[in-house]
């Protein structure tokens, strides 16, 4: 059977495709970028179940579903087909976003806020966990063996474009719900931050009427009138020895080293810039914002270069350099945004006080603001809070809050550091797609190469920020230690690749 | 090449054990060392979401060992056989 399809075809099944699963990953992302202000609003402190609710709703609930909505959705789209089936998680995905921006806060409801934000998030974990199988394999199902990289590789684009939507959505929301830029952070910490999830709303219901329009996958509607589906898709997958050894190898010998590599290089060094370097919120945001539209063509340059050369080698060199560079790249990170080598100017120095009364208590807020200017240009912001009681006494705050403002060639040096760490991204993850595709029989192969993927991003990736981070809290004494979790799994990775996988382009994916 | 996969088999075996062990003995010292909600929970997932990984880990050295990775499939039916 013929599986390339006209060039107009085959560009409406990219499209259809792509836009759905990059709503998905916007979807899912704003639930990260905003876990902060969402904890604040339903899981109050000092209360051990909410506690409880807001690690397991923040930390790791949708990442860790994202393996079991690959093994339901991967069934269903072998047993039911492609099309429907990433229809239905779309939906689910959608309509999770929606509802968590419309769940009044704990003040409100008490217990059932927590609870039900948790149970949206595994929503948004199973879809996600169903669709990018689906996605990838319905394109490359209508894709001719020569342009699989190449055509896959756009759906590669999503996840990042939507970390990138995301981002976007959410800083301009902070911005504009009012004049002032203060009034408009606390309108957007108190209820603006909703916005980004109703917005989701539109976007699927657009996705959603594109891809109604879409036809059934050709391979699988083929297999399906002759009678060949899968009957136990996840049976096949797991229980037979020569797929499982392939969804082994598949997981650590390429999606484990990809999954760490991916989100090291976009989550993590936001985190790393925000809470080590100390830079400020939204510096730190359009950072990331630049390097992921300068390194994002990459995908697609990977993609096609993979259907030249094949796929093997581009991700394992991806997965080396990034292993040999992760620590002067953080190094160079923090020598750029560091303030203690260089001296601020003390004439320059400014100190804003300001006291809100707090309304119905019998005490203040003084919030002290002290703006330092380096010699290198980074101006340091540190606010002090002190509680000021009616009889007199004071209460100082424990921690100062420090933000650092980049001058404009550290900024943009720093943009040059996050964006070849993107591009390790694009060379691991622009050809994996049709990897995963090439080395799984059509009956199973939602199924079979959704497992790999979600274990190796939602699992071995998904967790990469969390990892670092309490790798950070035991080993106080190296602020990269965190890296070393990231640079293992993905030289481990790197020699199961190097040593396991073949560099075979499969011609036909049609069996 | 293929006796260097088969031996590899029996390092992953080791290494798969070892670094689960490891886990292991982190989550145990960081739970006694402070065992707040948050400390038993994140450590817990840790020890959880991580055990299927070791034992499949196990079950990929266990199958380079038997030479199961000697030649891949080059179709569909060779998978399945």
Redesign the interface.
């Known amino acids: 059977m013929q599986t390339g399809n006209a060039p107009n075809q085959i560009r409406k099944v990219i499209f259809a495709s792509s836009v759905g699963t990059l709503i998905e990953w916007y979807d899912f992302y704003i639930f990260g970028s905003l876990a902060p202000i969402i904890a604040a609003q339903f899981f109050p402190k000092g209360n051990p179940t909410a506690a409880l609710l807001s690690t397991l709703a923040t930390f790791a609930a949708g990442f860790i579903v994202r393996p079991f909505g690959a093994l339901v959705f991967g069934r269903l789209g072998d047993k039911v087909g492609r099309k429907y089936t990433f229809l239905l998680t779309l939906i689910l995905m959608g309509g999770s976003t929606f509802a968590i921006g419309l769940v009044p806060g704990y003040e409100t409801i008490g217990f059932a806020a927590p609870l039900l934000v948790l149970m949206l998030r595994l929503v948004q974990g199973l879809a996600l966990g169903g669709e990018y199988g689906g996605a990838a394999t319905y394109v490359a199902e209508h894709s001719p063996a020569h342009r699989r990289g190449f055509f896959t590789s756009w759906i590669q684009t999503t996840a990042t474009l939507g970390l990138l939507l995301s981002l976007g959505i959410i800083l301009i929301t902070r911005k504009s719900l009012d004049q002032d830029a203060a009034a408009s952070i606390r309108a957007f910490e108190s209820w603006g931050w909703r916005i980004p999830f109703w917005f989701s709303i539109i976007l699927v219901g657009m996705s959603i009427y594109i891809r109604l329009k879409m036809h059934e996958s050709p391979l699988f509607s083929k297999l399906k009138a002759e009678g060949k589906t899968s009957v136990n898709p996840i049976k096949e997958s797991l229980m037979h020895k020569g797929n499982l050894k392939m969804v082994l190898l598949a997981l650590f010998g390429a999606t484990m080293g990809q999954g760490v590599v991916w989100y090291t290089g976009q989550f993590y060094a936001q985190t790393f810039l925000e809470t080590a370097c100390q830079v400020d919120f939204e510096q730190t945001r359009t950072i990331l914002i630049w390097a992921i539209i300068f390194a994002t063509p990459l995908f697609i340059v990977f993609g096609y270069w993979s259907d030249k050369i094949g796929r093997k080698w581009i991700i394992m060199v991806g997965l080396l350099l990034a292993v040999f560079s992760y620590r002067p790249i953080y190094q160079q990170m923090l020598q750029i945004t560091d303030t203690q080598k260089s001296v601020a100017d003390p004439s320059a120095t400014r100190i804003e006080s300001v006291i809100n009364p707090a309304s119905g208590k019998d005490y203040s807020l003084q919030t002290t603001t002290t703006l330092q200017f380096y010699q290198n240009g980074i101006t340091e912001r540190r606010v002090h809070a002190d509680t000021l009681f009616a009889d007199g006494t004071e209460r100082s705050g424990s921690n100062d809050k420090i933000s650092k403002e980049l001058p404009e060639q550290s900024y943009w040096a720093i943009v040059a550091l996050i964006f070849i760490q993107i591009v390790f991204v694009t060379m691991v993850y622009g050809p994996i797609a049709a990897f995963l595709v090439e080395i799984f029989p059509t009956k199973i192969r939602y199924t079979s190469m959704s497992l790999p993927y979600h274990l190796g991003n939602g699992v071995f990736g998904g967790m990469t920020p969390f990892i670092a981070v309490l790798l950070g809290t035991i080993y106080t004494g190296d602020v990269l230690v965190g890296l070393w979790y990231p640079i293992a799994v993905a030289a481990v990775c790197l020699v199961i690749g190097v040593i396991y996988l073949n560099n075979r382009i499969d011609p036909d994916v049609n069996d | ?1 293929n006796q ?2 088969k031996v ?1 088999g029996l390092v ?1 075996i080791v ?1 798969g054990l070892t670094a689960y062990g490891l886990l292991l003995k ?1 989550c145990s010292e ?1 739970i006694e060392l402070k065992p707040t ?2 400390t038993i ?2 450590w817990s ?2 020890a959880i ?2 055990l299927p ?1 070791a034992i ?2 196990l ?2 050295g266990w ?2 060992f038997q030479g ?2 000697d030649n ?10």
Do not use: C, H, N, R
């Not at chain 2, 891949?72 to 056989?81: F, G, H, K, Y």
């Open positions: 090449m260097v996969k590899l992953w290494f982190t960081q909600t948050d929970i994140q997932i840790f979401i991580f990984i499949g880990f079950i990929f199958l380079a199961a990775y891949l499939p080059e179709s569909s039916e060779a998978v399945e056989e």
